[in-house]
């Protein structure tokens, strides 16, 4: 449909968390900044094609993705590749998202390298919060009243 915006579930889920208090506040203390931009992803992309969405912003990123497994919003903060980083050897064409983020769920933090970047960045696992599990969180939480209810409770028609 012409003017129809698509949005993925994880698109919806990162709307929601970023429309509460508590996750612009729990991502504001792991790097991220109102403006900040923020890649989604399936578990099954690779971590090449992954990365370079992050590169055409520029700047330092967050990548989001919902577990295939459990249905959780995953988060990483992903930085720009650093030249006063010691270069590390790139990660493996065969790499998915999905495992780049089961390997940083055991160490949190990681320098890394895709084949296209001449350094290494930084990944830092974003940790989970209530309001990042909660689907739909943001619309239960600030939902406006129902019309309808508020004429019925009135009397008025």
């Known amino acids: 449909m012409p003017g129809r915006i698509a949005?993925?579930?994880t698109a919806v889920r990162v709307a929601d968390f970023l429309a509460t208090r508590e996750g612009k506040s729990h991502l504001a203390s792991y790097g991220w900044a109102p403006g900040m931009p923020i890649v989604m992803a399936r578990s099954s992309e690779p971590l090449n094609d992954v990365m370079a969405m992050v590169s055409i912003h520029g700047q330092a990123a967050l990548v989001a993705m919902l577990d295939p497994r459990s249905d959780e919003l995953r988060m990483l903060h992903i930085t720009t590749p650093q030249s006063a980083l010691r270069i590390v050897a790139p990660s493996p064409a065969t790499v998915t998202i999905g495992e780049f983020f089961d390997r940083l769920s055991s160490v949190t933090i990681a320098e890394f390298r895709v084949k296209f970047w001449q350094n290494t960045a930084v990944a830092h696992v974003v940790p989970?919060?209530?309001?990042m599990q909660a689907p739909g969180f943001a619309g239960k939480r600030y939902q406006l009243p129902d019309p309808r209810q508020a004429l019925a409770s009135t009397g008025a028609e």
Do not use: G, I
Not at 128 to 131: D, E, K, V
């Open 7 to 9: 949005r993925t579930q």
């Open 128 to 131: 989970s919060c209530h309001a």
